[in-house]
């Protein structure tokens, strides 16, 4: 069950039973579920076991990276862009409840959504290109840690030194 947002326990992370880690058509491994604003800047970071399926993590992540309403702000965006992995019909009505449009193409076999944007989608991309930057850093794309919860936090260490660099080059 994903954290109560706003309690203590929110900013707690938990370590899985399974450390995360686990076998997937790719070898031993684990997968970072990563939101990332437009801008490239990480919102979120969650890791699962390398098994396990995307859309199980959906909510989870999305939870972790909803910001407190200031005044006249949005807390959530307006849309969602996710891969063929998250098209599913629950994580469809999930978005629908909260207001958000989903940006999901859809998989082989299933209906064609009314309206797509392509546009939308392809400014996707930016996600793909985060990950990229981020893999980059040796502990990151072979996960020296046991624990889930130092890889995540390895994650946050990455993230926080990615944006120093780009707002010290803004001041200078």
Known sequence: MPPRLG??????VQEPPDHALG???GGFGTKAHLVTDGHG???AV???AGQRHESQAFTTVLLRAKRPRRVGRRCWPRRVGADKGYSYPGIRAWLRRRGLGG?????????RARSFDRAAYRRRSRVEQVVGWYKECRALATRYEKLA???VALWMVATIE?????YSKVLN
């Open 103 to 111: 940006v999901i193409p859809t998989r082989k076999g299933q209906r």
């Open 23 to 25: 076998r997937s058509r």
């Open 46 to 48: 969650w890791a699962t």
């Open 162 to 166: 990615k944006l120093l660099r780009r």
């Open 7 to 12: 309690g203590p326990e929110a900013l707690q």
């Open 41 to 43: 800047t990480v919102l």
């Open 149 to 151: 919860v130092n890889y």
